[in-house]
């Protein structure tokens, strides 16, 4: 269990439900990144964490997603009130600082997919 | 606003040949550039990564090089095998903001 973990690793809900994704960084990476991967639109950028403060949020893609990030380590994205067009494969990767010489390890990803 | 694009977006050649997949970027003022590899339904596994100061980087079989005036990074995979079959993703990060912007990927297959 030495790298990233996210949960659940696939989610189905109702359009207009909530859902909650977690990412679990490896031990001791203090950064912490989220990305989107749509089909037809590769990978997007939504969030950075370094420790629990995120510096720049515009890159979310509207006010129903929020991220949080508590004790330097586990961080949750969540969806309100979700809509067909979320459905995605949410990434997330943490490194061991924010730096040059900082590679981003990956998770498996969260698949949801809005009926 | 930094774009990245990747040329071929597809790419299939028989084992054993040398390869170069190209990434370009608008935006020179880039903080880092990492390349990446995604195999079907898993998440990404970071291959290089060279900072704005650098030109290159080796690991292995690949090496990746970085030309930040022209706004070009190119990953050379020499002696290709089935195993290096994967999609390959150039992401750039530029100076001034917190975001890594992606290229949208080659998708690399390696006849045995």
């Known amino acids: 269990g030495a790298g990233v973990s996210q949960s659940p690793s696939n989610k189905v809900t109702e359009k207009g439900k909530d859902v909650e994704l977690r990412c679990d960084p490896i031990s001791g990476h203090t950064a912490l990144y989220w990305y989107r991967q749509s089909l037809g639109q590769g990978l997007e950028f939504l969030i950075y964490f370094q420790g629990n403060s995120a510096p720049d949020k515009s890159g979310l893609p509207s006010d129903r997603f929020s991220a949080e990030r508590t004790g330097g380590s586990v961080s949750t994205l969540t969806i309100q009130r979700t809509q067909q067009e979320d459905s995605a494969v949410y990434l997330c990767a943490s490194s061991l600082g924010f730096g040059r010489d900082q590679p981003q390890h990956f998770g498996d990803g969260t698949r949801l997919s809005i009926l | 606003k930094q774009e990245v694009t990747q040329i071929p977006a597809a790419l299939s050649v028989p084992e054993g040949e040398n390869l170069v997949l190209n990434c370009s970027f608008t935006d020179s003022a880039i903080y880092n550039l990492q390349w990446f590899r995604q195999d079907p339904g898993k998440g990404l596994t970071s291959l290089l990564l060279?900072?704005?100061?650098?030109r290159e980087q080796t690991s292995g079989r690949l090496n990746a090089s970085l030309d930040k005036s022209s706004g070009r990074s190119t990953l050379y995979i020499a002696a290709s095998q089935p195993g290096d079959s994967a999609t390959y993703l150039c992401?750039?990060?530029?100076?001034?903001?917190?975001?890594?912007?992606f290229g949208t990927g080659t998708r690399l297959k390696v006849l045995a």
């Open positions: 060279i900072q704005s100061s650098q």
């Open positions: 992401a750039v990060f530029t100076s001034g903001t917190y975001k890594y912007i």
